[in-house]
């Protein structure tokens, strides 16, 4: 099984400029995660969906962060402009729903892809 | 109220002793509390879990410990392993409200040979 792909692995960008990062979940996980690692740091949740609505976004920084989820599969997380603060590993992780006997439910395990180290100078 | 706190920051253990790694919440409405291993450049990866119903739970060499009342758990290595040289997360989460994990500082572990 294919695990959690995203790119780009290494971003280096002036203050100011824009990034945008990518993606792919693991087939058929319906709830994606976008963290953010900053250097010895635990990572910190930026935004949750489940398939392609918005669960939880309370920490992303709207005035310069989005993300997208369409077609509940892939997803973007855009950050313009940047600040030099927001130098860190983005991480995605996505998380498999299953049918038990009382109805919908998740497991617990999250899946993370390697990141996307961003540095901003 | 949401945060976790880890202890150390950093630890040297020689090969074949015991590594402890400690964690405390604060919000007991949590319920699910994994532990999550993260190689340098590696996303972090889950070691073992462990719900509030049970005290102990162990997985070959990693057992979790977990105190309900003093709401703290803690990670256990035995005979550690030079390849078990990693960065160690403790995290927290409402298990039924969409596995959100609050995740601690980190434990940066170094297993000398």
């Known amino acids: 099984e294919a695990g959690v792909a995203q790119s780009p692995r290494y971003k280096i960008i002036e203050k100011r400029q824009s990034v945008a990062f990518w993606c792919n979940p693991i087939?058929?996980?319906?709830?994606l995660y976008w963290y953010q690692q900053i250097l010895g740091q635990g990572p910190k949740l930026l935004i949750q969906f489940q398939n392609n609505g918005v669960v939880d976004d309370s920490q992303l920084p709207k005035d310069r962060f989005s993300a997208e989820r369409l077609k509940g599969v892939d997803s973007t997380l855009k950050i313009q402009p940047a600040k030099l603060e927001d130098s860190a590993v983005y991480l995605c992780?996505?998380?498999?729903?299953?049918?038990?006997?009382?109805?919908?439910?998740?497991?617990?395990?999250?899946?993370f892809g390697e990141g996307s180290r961003l540095t901003v100078l | 109220q949401q945060q976790v706190k880890q202890s150390p920051q950093s630890l040297i253990v020689q090969k074949g002793g015991i590594s402890i790694i400690n964690c405390a919440y604060e919000n007991t409405a949590f319920d699910y509390f994994p532990w999550y291993q993260q190689f340098p450049g590696k996303g972090p990866a889950l070691l073992i879990a462990?719900?509030?119903?049970?005290s102990e739970k162990k997985e070959g060499r990693f057992t979790i410990s977990f105190n309900k009342s003093a709401k703290q758990f803690s990670l256990h290595i035995m005979d550690s392993q030079p390849g078990d040289s990693a960065t160690y997360f403790c995290?927290?989460?409402?298990?039924?409200?969409?596995?959100?994990?609050?995740f601690g500082q980190g434990t940066e572990l170094s297993v000398k040979p």
């Open positions: 462990i719900r509030p119903d049970v």
């Open positions: 992780a996505s998380r498999p729903t299953y049918q038990g006997s009382g109805g919908t439910s998740n497991t617990g395990e999250l899946f």
């Open positions: 995290a927290a989460a409402r298990y039924n409200q969409g596995g959100k994990l609050i």
């Open positions: 087939s058929g996980h319906a709830t």
